[in-house]
């Protein structure tokens, strides 16, 4: 049986703040940017895509209350991210420098900074 510990440690090739485009299910072909990764449920927050209504009660916060909007999270499998030609891309991981980087596959350049 897997620990919900070790599941908070799995490597993911999409980093918060990369640009992603979703590639499956009703937002396929939009792009945003990564705001947060759910390591533990393999789940990703892209501003501005799967956006939900929720009602909020009055709050010190949220005086008002009332019906917000704001983004749910999608599976990691579903996202890809975007290099720097504008596509969505394969991404793998080799050393450059003795440190481990991210690159596109089809056309080697290295995403990382």
Known sequence: MIKKQDLSKTKYKVRKGDTVEVIAGEQSGERGEVLSIDRARGRVLVKNINM?????????????????????????????????NGKAVRIGRKEVNGKMKRYAKKSGEVLDK
């Open 52 to 84: 939900i209504k929720k009602t909020m009660p009055k709050s010190q916060e949220n005086q008002k209350g009332g019906i917000v909007e704001k983004e749910a999270s999608i599976h990691i499998s579903n996202v890809m991210v975007v290099g720097k």
